[in-house]
């Protein structure tokens, strides 16, 4: 997602399939199961208070976040006062890596320059896994939900990534797996290459007040966002095309305001390839653009330009 001051990218299984599925995604098996085996979205009290749920909010002050969590299905609930900030990340470092030295490469994914996009992308695989997030408004909180395994954590806002002190936290997992199912979602978005060009994939429909499921179904090393605008009702699918065909050819946004308000976009942030994330989103009856403003790791080319975006109506 890029910060509103600046003009940059960031960026049903078979039963056999899914033990794989559920290693590679980050949710448990009971998360993992296709929507039909999904538990009610009406949780009891008891798998409410056994889910594990950590609070994060964004202020002018700061990040303030938890330092220590269960290993464990864990749901993120985040929010934020200030309007400039509020897209919260979480990612898991590599053993010796520093935050300073993933920054620099974050910060070269994000400059919407090709060969600093595939640099940055290179080094990324090296250094860190990006495990989703959720982008946030004063008026629009959201949260996230994934599996966690013992480790260390940490949570950052890309919001202001390019500051001096940017603002970020520390997570240590440890001790007993904390217990709990997820709430089913209406609707899994997924993002993959059809005959090598990025397409969303949506299967259910998506209403206000109940889950999506965002999964990176990508070719490996290949990071995706899903960050969700509500559309004018008078904004034709060819008024986002025209759109979409200004962005520059590595991501650049285009000079003037088109039809997506930049500044009240949620979603998902970004992930690595084979991860899933399940977001709680503050969506209305309406019609909604999901786009990915990431770009291709090989060859930095802009995403969103070669089609990752999807017009939908939310019920």
């Known amino acids: 997602m890029r910060p509103g001051r600046l003009r940059h990218t960031w960026a049903a299984t078979a039963a056999g399939a899914l033990l794989a599925l559920t290693a590679s995604t980050g949710l448990s098996t009971a998360a993992a199961q296709p929507m039909t085996a999904w538990p009610s979205a009406d949780r009891s009290a008891a798998q409410e208070q056994a889910l594990q749920v950590l609070e994060l909010k964004s202020s002018v002050g700061g990040l303030t976040a938890p330092t220590t969590a269960r290993p464990g299905l864990t749901t993120f609930r985040v929010s934020t006062t200030d309007p400039a900030s509020g897209w919260i990340s979480l990612v898991r470092p590599k053993p010796g890596v520093t935050f300073e030295s993933f920054r620099s490469s974050i910060l070269k994914i994000i ?5 600093d996009i595939i640099e940055g992308s290179a080094e990324m695989r090296q250094k860190a896994e990006l495990l989703g997030g959720t982008v946030i408004h004063p008026n629009l909180p ?15 806002d890309y919001r202001n ?5 940017p603002r970020h936290s520390v997570l240590q997992v440890s001790g007993t797996a904390a217990t709990g199912t997820a709430p089913a979602p209406a609707a899994t978005l997924t993002g993959r290459m059809v005959d090598g060009q990025p397409r969303w994939n949506l299967d259910g429909t998506v209403q206000a007040g109940r889950p999506i499921l965002f999964r990176n179904a990508m070719p490996d090393g290949q990071f995706i966002e899903a960050i969700f605008f509500r559309l004018a009702e008078d904004v034709t699918e060819e008024d986002v095309q025209a759109y979409v065909n200004d962005f520059g050819d590595t991501g650049a946004f285009p000079d003037y305001t088109g039809p997506l308000d930049l500044e009240q976009g949620t979603g998902g942030l970004p992930m690595n390839s084979g991860e899933t994330s399940l977001l709680e989103l503050t969506l209305q009856p309406g019609r909604y653009v999901v786009v990915d403003f990431f770009s291709d790791a090989k060859d930095g080319s802009s995403l969103i330009k070669r089609g990752h975006w999807k017009i939908f109506e939310a019920k």
């Open 111 to 115: 400059n919407a320059v090709g060969p």
């Open 142 to 156: 959201a949260s996230f939900t994934r599996t966690l395994t013992p480790g260390t954590y940490w949570f950052f």
């Open 161 to 165: 990534i390019r500051d001096a002190n």
